[in-house]
């Protein structure tokens, strides 16, 4: 091959996407419509402090390890993990919280110690969880969601009844504790949707949470951003920011170029991963595929209140990772999913990078990241934003028993209309399309146009799914598809 290329956006999927293609030998150029690079996963620094926007949890390394291998390098040319011990630790009550720790062996103890013969229960339920993952991970995400007969495998006929039970079955059909439930069921909040609603077969990602771990990027998520693009770089990829592409051009059936600013950009495959419906309106409408009905009955994942808050002491009782789920787990659900609102009692999560790194804040201060989930598509103000601000930081100060409101420097927030002003997404969601049955692997929105030849589409509303080693893999499936049909 050796196509012009256009790419529209510059997160994890287009750069993976960039990499593969310029490997091939495409003339391959990114056009990121910010000031830098990465889409969701920037940076925002200040006063000495540092903060990811988006992810912040680095799960899966044998994803990021196989992206890299792919190119004849490995994570650590380009940046250094830490595995965080503990993992997270998730709070009930007031100084009442259970630690997850680094080995399967010292969860199973924690667990034991909450619930006697929990521990015998974690085990069978992990080892089915870990089967999972390598029927998943190592196999069926590399496929490109092209057709159902990809979802049939040996293996696959074996687990039919786990497409068709739930996460939340599953667990309670071993566990009893509501505490143990809400930390079993955690994990399928990465995939967009409530436990309930998910596979029993996604039991994979708790197998990423408990058995391979948690860890972080020194100087963060971003880090690999960096990373990716000193890779595609490498590779003679161009990438170019300030670029806000405002139409894709179609003749005769074919995209033929990108438009930005009055500039047309002539190009032989446009590739996008950009919100997908988003970058649908940027087509005549002859030429979209999904219509605004067929967007408004999907389940996307949640919308986020975040807040970076840079503190003038070091926070206590709180790890790197702190869940608060001292409030109704399933209530919070219903608020997101099934009567869209802003939740009366929010759980929420807070990440301290600096407890980890020391790059993340100055010598005795704090980076605190504060996320609230919500539905996406709900009214968004600077009063509602200041109103969850207290009522999250006012739990938090009774929790963990401390007082630090008088403490912040300063706060900064980021919210529904900052996803949709930023990257055009979609009612503001912040994680894409919730993988539910009937949004799993071909029944996704396609890599590839069925109206315009040579569009093709990447990211979390497309194949595989929502986060961020979904998208490396849905980079890599789009790339494979190019050359395939090229």
């Keep these: 091959m050796n196509k012009k290329i256009s790419i529209i956006g510059s997160g994890f999927s287009s750069l993976a996407a960039a990499s593969y293609l310029a490997k091939a030998g495409n003339n391959v150029t990114i056009y990121e419509k910010n000031q830098t690079v990465g889409g969701r996963a920037r940076q925002f620094k200040k006063d000495g402090f540092t903060f990811d926007i988006g992810p912040t949890w680095y799960w899966m390394p044998d994803v990021f390890e196989r992206f890299f291998n792919d190119f004849g390098k490995v994570p650590s040319d380009y940046y250094q993990l830490i595995k965080l011990n503990p993992a997270y630790s998730v709070y009930f009550g007031n100084n009442d919280f259970i630690t997850i720790e680094d080995t399967l062996e010292k969860i199973c103890n924690a667990f034991e110690a909450e619930e006697k013969g929990s521990a015998i229960k974690l085990k069978k339920f992990m080892a089915e969880a870990l089967d999972n993952y390598n029927i998943a991970i190592k196999d069926l995400v590399y496929r490109p969601g092209v057709s159902p007969l990809e979802l049939v495998t040996t293996a696959t006929m074996k687990k039919v009844g786990q497409f068709f039970s739930t996460i939340s079955k599953e667990v309670r059909k071993e ?7 809400s930390i079993l069921e955690f994990p399928a909040l990465f995939l967009g949707a409530k436990p309930s609603n998910t596979p029993a077969f996604y039991s994979f990602m708790n197998y990423a949470d408990f058995g391979l771990g948690t860890f972080h990027p020194v ?20 990438i170019k920011t300030n670029q806000n592409v405002s139409e894709i051009i179609v003749e005769n059936g074919e995209a033929s170029a990108v438009k930005i600013d009055n500039e047309i950009i002539k190009s032989d495959i446009v590739l996008s991963g950009a919100d997908y419906h988003h970058t649908e309106t940027l087509l005549p409408q002859k030429f979209r595929q999904y219509s605004e009905a067929y967007w408004e009955r999907k389940t996307f994942a949640p919308s986020s209140l975040l807040f970076y808050v840079g503190f003038d002491k070091k926070i206590e009782n709180v790890d790197h990772h702190t869940l608060f789920f001292d409030v109704d787990f399933e209530k919070h659900s219903q608020e997101i999913y099934d009567t869209p609102a802003w939740p009366e009692d929010p759980l929420f999560y807070a990440s301290f990078p600096s407890k980890t790194d020391e790059n993340a804040a100055p010598k005795g201060k704090e980076a605190g990241i504060f996320l609230i989930p919500l539905a996406p598509g709900l009214e968004d103000t600077p009063e509602l934003r200041e109103k969850f601000y207290e009522k999250i930081m006012t739990r938090f100060e009774r929790l963990t028993s401390q007082e630090v409101k008088k403490h912040v420097i300063f706060k900064e927030s980021f919210c529904i209309n900052d996803f949709i002003e930023d990257y055009n997404s979609y009612k503001g969601n912040a994680y894409g399309l919730a993988n539910t049955l009937l949004q799993t692997a071909f029944l996704r929105p396609k890599l590839k146009s069925k109206k315009v030849k040579n569009l093709y589409f990447t990211g979390q509303l497309s194949v595989p799914g929502p986060g961020v080693p979904p998208s490396l893999i849905s980079g890599k499936l789009v790339a494979g598809l190019i050359e395939k049909n090229n």
């Excluded at 880090?223 to 000193?230: C, F, H, L, T, Y």
């Design 175 to 181: 566990f009893s504790n509501p505490r143990l439930v």
């Design 219 to 238: 100087d963060g998520m971003y880090s690999v951003i960096n990373g990716m693009k000193e890779l595609a770089e490498s590779l003679g990829v161009i």
